[in-house]
C-alpha cells in the first residue's frame, strides 16, 4: 500500500472512531434509548466538528508519515484532542445549532476518543511495521546518505520498508551478482560506473522498482540529502519553470494576506509599539540587509529584540540563552511579533509568507557558501517569513544546523506548491501556539 493510500486510510479511521466514540457517549448517557431527534441534531453538529478535529490532528502532523515519529503518538493525540475540543466548545458558542450545547457530551467524546485513537493507531503502525509487508530494499550511495536512510527508516517502519544491503562507492565497485530485493535506491553518480550501472539497468522489467537514492531519501525523510545530489540534479529539478501560474497566485496571495494582516493588526500595533518605546526605547525596527531571490540583497525589517548594538563585534548568530536578547524580546521572538515588518518586505515583493529563511551576506560569503555544497542555490526562490525547514528542524545557530537545513530548503524548492505552503502555515501556528522555536 503506498503511503498516499495508508494516508487516506488514517483519515477515514479516525473519523469512523470519532462517528463511534460519538454513539457509545450518546447511548449512554441517555440509558440506550435516545429519541430519534437528539440523536439527529447531535450527528449534524459533529459532522461539523469531526472535520476541525481532523485539522487538529493535521496539525500535530499525524497525517504526515513521511516526517512523523510514532513515539510521539501520546503527546500528539492529547495536543490534537484538547485543541479539538478548545475548538468545538468556540464553534459551538459562536454558531449554536438548534440551541444544542453539549458541553458534558463533548468532554466524554473527548475522554472516549484518546483511548480508541491510540489503539488504532497502535494498530496502525504495528501492522505497518510488520517485516512480512515491508519491501526488501538495496540502497547503494554515499555513507552519510545511507545512514541518513537507515535513520529514518529505524524510526518509521511504518513506511514500509527493510534495508538488507548497502554499498558505498567502494564497495559496489567490487559488488558481485545484485541481490534479489523489491527496490534498488541507487545515488545518481553511482551511474558512472558502467559496470554497476549495467547490473543495474538489466533489472529493469524484472518487477525490481529502481529509484534515484536522494529521491528516495526525500520521500521518507522530508529533506533532500545534499551528498546525494550533483549539478544535474539542479538542472533536472530546479532548472526549468513548467508553469508560471504558480509564481502568479503565490504574489498575489503572499500581498493580498499581508495588506490584510497589516490592516487588522493595527489594534495590536498601537498597543505595542508604545510599550517597545518604553521598555526598549528607540529603534523600535530593526533593519538588516539579508541575501533575497537570485542572491540579490535586500532590507529586512524586524522588530527589535536585542539590545542595540548587539552585532558591535560583528554578525554572529543567535543561540539559546543568548545575553543579547531583552525579556521582551524573548516573548516577541516567541509569538513571532517580531516578524510583523517584515510584511512590508512582503508588499514590496522581496519576501514571501513561505519560503527559506534569509541570512545575512556576511555570514553565507565567509561561513556558508565556502563549506556547504549549493548553499547559494536556496535561493532560487523567494525567502520567507516561515519556511518547511523553520517548521520541520528546530531553530539553527551553526554551520552543522544550517547544512541540516539547507538540506529541507531544497525539499522545498523542489516540492514548492500552494499545497506546501498552505501545510508550512498549519505547522508554522502549532508552532507559535506551542512556544518552540525562537
Known amino acids: 500500500m ?3 493510500a495508508k494516508t487516506f486510510l488514517l483519515l477515514v479511521m479516525d473519523l469512523l472512531v470519532m462517528v463511534l466514540a460519538l454513539t457509545v457517549v450518546i447511548y449512554a448517557r ?17 459532522s461539523v466538528l469531526f472535520p476541525l478535529w481532523t485539522l487538529m490532528y493535521f496539525i500535530e502532523g499525524l497525517y504526515t508519515l513521511k516526517t512523523y515519529n510514532p513515539a510521539n503518538l ?28 453539549p458541553k458534558t457530551n463533548l468532554i466524554l467524546l473527548a475522554i472516549l ?7 488504532w493507531r497502535r494498530l496502525f503502525f504495528t501492522f505497518f511495521s510488520n517485516a512480512r509487508r515491508l519491501r526488501s530494499t538495496l540502497l547503494i550511495g554515499s555513507e552519510q546518505t545511507i545512514a541518513l536512510v537507515r535513520e529514518e527508516i529505524g524510526h518509521k517502519a511504518h513506511l514500509g520498508y527493510k534495508i538488507i544491503g548497502a554499498y558505498s562507492p567502494e564497495e559496489a565497485q567490487t559488488m558481485g551478482e545484485i541481490p534479489s530485493v523489491e527496490l534498488i535506491a541507487i545515488e545518481r553518480r553511482m551511474t558512472k560506473d558502467q559496470n554497476l550501472y549495467q547490473k543495474v539497468f538489466s533489472l529493469l522489467g524484472s518487477g525490481t522498482e529502481i529509484i534515484d537514492l536522494a529521491k528516495f531519501a526525500e520521500q ?3 529533506k533532500i540529502p545534499i551528498q546525494a545530489i550533483d549539478e544535474s540534479w539542479f538542472i533536472e529539478y530546479c532548472g526549468h519553470q513548467e508553469s508560471r501560474s504558480y509564481d502568479v497566485i503565490k504574489n498575489m496571495i503572499d500581498r493580498t494576506v499581508a495588506v490584510l494582516l497589516l490592516i487588522t493588526l493595527i489594534p495590536v500595533a498601537c498597543i505595542l509599539f508604545p510599550i517597545l518605546l518604553i521598555v526598549h526605547g528607540r529603534p523600535i525596527f530593526f533593519k538588516q540587509i539579508r541575501t533575497g531571490q537570485n542572491n540579490l540583497p535586500f532590507k529586512l525589517y524586524k522588530l527589535r529584540t536585542m539590545v542595540v548594538d548587539a552585532e558591535k563585534n560583528g554578525a554572529q548568530w543567535s543561540r539559546p540563552g543568548d545575553a543579547r536578547i531583552t525579556p521582551l524580546g524573548k516573548v516577541l521572538r516567541k509569538t513571532r511579533l517580531d516578524e510583523l515588518p517584515q510584511l512590508i518586505n512582503i508588499i514590496r515583493g522581496e519576501m514571501s509568507l513561505v519560503g ?7 555570514i553565507i560569503e565567509k561561513q556558508l557558501a565556502p563549506t556547504i555544497p549549493y548553499y547559494n542555490l536556496r535561493h532560487l526562490v523567494k525567502p520567507g517569513v516561515t519556511g518547511w525547514a523553520q517548521v520541520t528542524f528546530r531553530y539553527g545557530f551553526s554551520q552543522e544546523d544550517s547544512f541540516e537545513k539547507l538540506q529541507f530548503d531544497l525539499f522545498y524548492v523542489k516540492n514548492k506548491s500552494i ?10 501556528i502549532k508552532t507559535v501556539l506551542t512556544g518552540a522555536g525562537q
Open 220 to 222: 521518507i525523510s522530508g
Open 74 to 101: 501520546p503527546i500528539s493525540l492529547m495536543r490534537g484532542t484538547l485543541g479539538a475540543v478548545f475548538l468545538s466548545f468556540i464553534v459551538i458558542y459562536l454558531s449554536p445549532m438548534g440551541k444544542l450545547t
Open 2 to 4: 503506498s503511503n498516499r
Open 419 to 428: 499545497w506546501l505552503d498552505i501545510l508550512v502555515i498549519i505547522k508554522t
Open 30 to 46: 441517555k440509558a440506550g434509548n435516545p429519541s430519534s431527534d437528539y440523536l439527529v441534531k447531535h450527528y449534524q453538529l459533529f
Open 356 to 362: 527559506p529563511r534569509p541570512e545575512r551576506p556576511e
Open 113 to 119: 476518543t484518546l483511548p480508541l485513537l491510540y489503539g
